[in-house]
Antibody
Framework: QVTLRESGPVLVKPTETLTLTCTVS??????????VSWIRQPPGKALEWLAH???????SYATAVETRVTISKDSSNRQVVLTMTNLDPVDTGTYYC?????????????WGQGTLVTVSS | DIQMTQSPSTLSASVGDRVIMTCRAS??????LAWYQQKPGKAPKLLVY???NLERGVPSRFTGSGSGTEFTLTISGLQPDDFATYYC??????????FGQGTRVDIK
């Protein structure tokens, strides 16, 4: 059974750094064709794609956040980590991780349940 | 980045209606487009991938079409379970990926 679970702080202060972890089960991050993205959603607003890490460890970032975001993975611990620096209240939202599993066709077949992060002093 | 524009932003319909929503890309993405359904408080669910391929287990009343810059999602015979928000997502590997702003389908 494939699952993804996001974890991290619920409340973060402005200018601080956010670290979120996506822990996966039912598949391996070392599998060919497997990748993981981070996607966020401010309250009442649309989904926003943030970053993706491919099976070969290549990474891609959204232009709007690329100077503040880093994605990495630890296959042995089945984790994908998102780090976002210099947080602002506009970064408040639900953060999802999602899996792609087809090389060249990067649709998300499984999602985590999401974790709500609030940025406030 | 490629901009994805969905229309309409809100669509009011009745059970049994045929509904069509559109997603336009600011430049060609070939067929690298997916559609997701999201209900309040839940993660999105994949409906259609590569513009016109129905995900396994998704009812056949959902149909995706288009290529290049113009895409549509059609629901033929709207069911009570279909009232939700729908997002398109472009995943052309030449560009950073992006989502549309969503189309909410609500009860007329």
């Amino acid at each position: 059974q494939v699952t993804l679970r996001e974890s991290g702080p619920v409340l973060v202060k402005p200018t601080e750094t956010l670290t979120l972890t996506c822990t996966v089960s039912g598949f391996s991050l070392s599998d060919d064709e497997v990748g993981v993205s981070w996607i966020r959603q401010p309250p009442g607003k649309a989904l926003e794609w943030l970053a993706h890490i491919f099976s070969n460890d290549a990474k891609s970032y959204a232009t709007a956040v690329e100077t503040r975001v880093t994605i990495s993975k630890d296959s042995s611990n089945r984790q994908v980590v998102l780090t976002m620096t210099n947080l602002d209240p506009v970064d408040t939202g639900t953060y999802y991780c999602a899996r792609t599993s087809h090389y060249g066709d990067y649709r998300y077949d499984y999602w985590g349940q999401g974790t709500l992060v609030t940025v406030s002093s | 980045d490629i901009q994805m524009t969905q229309s309409p932003s809100t669509l009011s319909a009745s059970v049994g209606d045929r509904v069509i929503m559109t997603c336009r890309a600011s430049q060609s993405i070939s067929s690298w487009l997916a559609w997701y359904q999201q209900k309040p408080g839940k993660a999105p669910k994949l409906l259609v991938y590569k513009a016109s391929n129905l995900e396994r287990g998704v009812p056949s009343r959902f149909t995706g079409s288009g290529s290049g810059t113009e895409f549509t999602l059609t629901i033929s015979g709207l069911q009570p379970d279909d009232f939700a928000t729908y997002y398109c997502h472009q995943y052309n590997s030449l560009f950073p990926w992006t989502f549309g702003q969503g189309t909410r389908v609500d009860i007329k």
